[in-house]
């Protein structure tokens, strides 16, 4: 039997991140908007999510960038936040449990629910954004 444990550092990260990245790549919905930004080089795409993730989590030092700036302009709706979402903890439930793994689930909420609100401050006014 294979016991869960929490999230606890950057080798349990990358496990969360190359794994909900390898099921994004395969879904029919988020696939397309992913790889029309990534293309074939997801590398430093998931370099930046480890570092992402550790300093959300841990507060490590080294993530460097605004992550709405990339989102900004892509065609995303309310169906690919949810299955982003629905993927993103399906992940961390399918590898791990305790306080650690429900706060990245609740970082994850919280960050998709400020792009919404961005995109559709943007979508709905004549100012654009400069991020």
């Given at each position: 039997?294979?016991?869960?444990?929490?999230i606890?550092?950057?080798?349990d990260?990358?496990?969360?991140?190359?794994?909900?990245?390898?099921?994004?790549?395969?879904?029919?919905?988020?696939?397309?908007?992913f790889?029309?930004?990534?293309s074939?080089?997801?590398?430093?795409?998931?370099?930046?999510?480890?570092?992402?993730?550790?300093?959300?989590?841990?507060?490590?030092?080294g993530?460097?960038?605004?992550?709405?700036?990339?989102?900004?302009?892509?065609?995303?709706?309310?169906t690919?936040?949810?299955?982003?979402?629905?993927?993103?903890?399906?992940?961390v439930?399918?590898?791990?449990e305790?306080?650690?793994?429900?706060?990245?689930?609740?970082?994850?909420?919280?960050?998709?629910?400020?792009?919404?609100?961005?995109?559709?401050?943007?979508?709905?006014?004549?100012?654009?954004?400069?991020?």
């Amino acid at each position: 039997m294979n016991t869960k444990h929490d999230i606890t550092g950057i080798h349990d990260i990358k496990l969360l991140v190359d794994d909900f990245y390898r099921k994004v790549g395969q879904d029919e919905l988020l696939a397309p908007i992913f790889n029309f930004r990534l293309s074939t080089n997801w590398e430093p795409h998931l370099e930046k999510m480890y570092t992402f993730w550790n300093a959300a989590l841990f507060g490590i030092k080294g993530y460097h960038g605004n992550p709405f700036s990339k989102h900004a302009t892509m065609k995303i709706e309310e169906t690919h936040f949810q299955r982003w979402l629905n993927m993103f903890n399906e992940t961390v439930n399918m590898h791990f449990e305790g306080p650690c793994a429900e706060d990245a689930k609740k970082k994850a909420l919280a960050m998709a629910d400020m792009f919404r609100h961005k995109l559709r401050t943007n979508k709905n006014s004549n100012i654009k954004s400069i991020f």
